[in-house]
C-alpha cells in the first residue's frame, strides 16, 4: 500500500490555526475529514490529492483502520477526474512562518532522546521501555559559549546560565509517554561543566559533569504563549546526573563529536504525558547528540516557539 503514496508528516498545531496561505491550504482539506469543519484538532492522516481535494481520513492507532483508510482513498483517486488532481501551475502555496526555516546553520544541532529505564536497566538495554525524540538547537555564537574561552588542557568551563536554562527548561522534561509542559526558570537549578582533557593541533576532546533538578508546584511562570495550559496544572519534577564527553574541531569551528547522557528520577504528570496513572517515580534517562542532515533531522525543537533567542528571526 505504502508504494501507492507519498507519506509527509507535519506538526498540526500551526496547519489547523494559522491563516498563511499553507495553513489555509491544510484547513479546505481537513475540514472534509473525520473531524469536521470548525475549530479544534485536526490530527490525523489524511489521504489527499496534490491538488488538496480531500480523498479520505482517520485518526486511528489501529493498522487495519488506516489500511482500510488508504484503501478508500486510493479508490476515491481512481474517481477523481484528471483536471481535479494536481494544483495549476500558477498556484503559489509557499511556506511561511515555519519554524524550520530558522535552523542555525553552522550552530550545534543536537538529536535528543528520553526514555523511561526500569530498575537497575541501562540507558541502551532492550529492556528499557518507553521512547521520545527531540532536537536542542544552538546557534554558531552559543555552540562557542560551550567552549572555556581558552582552548588549553585543563581549563574549565561552567555552561553559561541562558544556555543551562535552555537545557533544563525545556530538554529534560518528562516527554517519554506523551508531549509535556517546559519549566520556568525558577523552577529549575542545576549546572554543566567543560573540562578540556586533551589538545591535538585544531581537535580538543573534553568531559562533561553536571546536574540538574526541576520542581513545579503547579503553577505556570511562563507567560501567555501557546502552551500555557487552560487547565490540569500538576506538581511535577526531575533530579539527574549528567555526563558526557566531546570533541571540538577549531579549524572547522564546530563539534566533531557530542555526547551527553544525563539520567535520573522523574515525578508527577502533566495533562498529556501519560503519567496520570503513575503515582510513584520512576528512572529516566536522557541521551544527546549531533543530528544529522536527513530530513527528519530538521525537525524543530518542541519548544522553539518559546526559546526566546535572538536568531530565532521572530
Known amino acids: 500500500m505504502s508504494d501507492k503514496f507519498v507519506a509527509a508528516s507535519d506538526e498540526v498545531w500551526r496547519l489547523q490555526r494559522g491563516d498563511d496561505p499553507e495553513s489555509l491550504f491544510f484547513q479546505e482539506m481537513a475540514h472534509h475529514g473525520h473531524y469536521g469543519s470548525g475549530r479544534g484538532t485536526k490530527q490525523g492522516i489524511y489521504v489527499c490529492a496534490p491538488s488538496g481535494e480531500f480523498l479520505a481520513s482517520a485518526n486511528s492507532l489501529s493498522a487495519e483502520k488506516i489500511r482500510a483508510m488508504m484503501e478508500r482513498g486510493l479508490a476515491a483517486w481512481s474517481r477523481l477526474p484528471e483536471e481535479k488532481r494536481f494544483l495549476s501551475e ?44 527531540d532536537h536542542a538547537w544552538f546557534s554558531a555564537d552559543e555552540m562557542r559559549r ?54 591535538e593541533g585544531d581537535r580538543c576532546d573534553l568531559e562533561i559533569r553536571g546536574r540538574s533538578s526541576a520542581q513545579s508546584d503547579g503553577s505556570w ?70 543530528a544529522g542532515e536527513k530530513p527528519a533531522d530538521r525537525v524543530p525543537p518542541a519548544f522553539i516557539d518559546i526559546y526566546a533567542a535572538a536568531w530565532m528571526g521572530r
Open 90 to 133: 500558477d498556484a503559489a502555496i509557499e511556506p511561511k512562518g515555519r519554524w524550520e526555516l530558522f535552523r542555525p546553520e553552522g550552530g550545534m544541532i543536537l538529536s535528543s532522546y528520553a526514555r523511561d529505564l526500569p530498575a537497575g536497566a541501562g540507558p541502551f538495554g532492550s529492556e528499557a521501555s518507553g521512547y521520545n525524540k
Open 146 to 199: 560551550w567552549l572555556p574561552a581558552e582552548l588549553v588542557v585543563g581549563a574549565e568551563h561552567r555552561l553559561p546560565v541562558d544556555l543551562l536554562q535552555r537545557v533544563l527548561c525545556f530538554h529534560l522534561v518528562d516527554s517519554v509517554l506523551g508531549q509535556t509542559l517546559p519549566y520556568s526558570p525558577d523552577e529549575v537549578q542545576g549546572e554543566i561543566v567543560l573540562r578540556i582533557t586533551r589538545v
Open 221 to 290: 511562570n511562563l507567560g501567555e504563549n501557546d502552551w500555557k495550559p487552560k487547565s490540569g496544572l500538576f506538581p511535577r519534577g526531575i533530579k539527574t546526573e549528567i555526563t558526557g564527553k566531546a570533541s571540538y574541531d577549531n579549524s572547522q569551528a564546530r563539534f566533531a563529536a557530542f555526547e551527553l547522557l544525563v539520567m535520573g528520577q522523574r515525578w508527577g504528570h502533566t495533562r498529556f504525558n501519560g503519567r496520570v496513572a503513575q503515582k510513584e517515580a520512576s528512572a529516566i534517562a536522557f541521551f544527546f547528540e549531533l
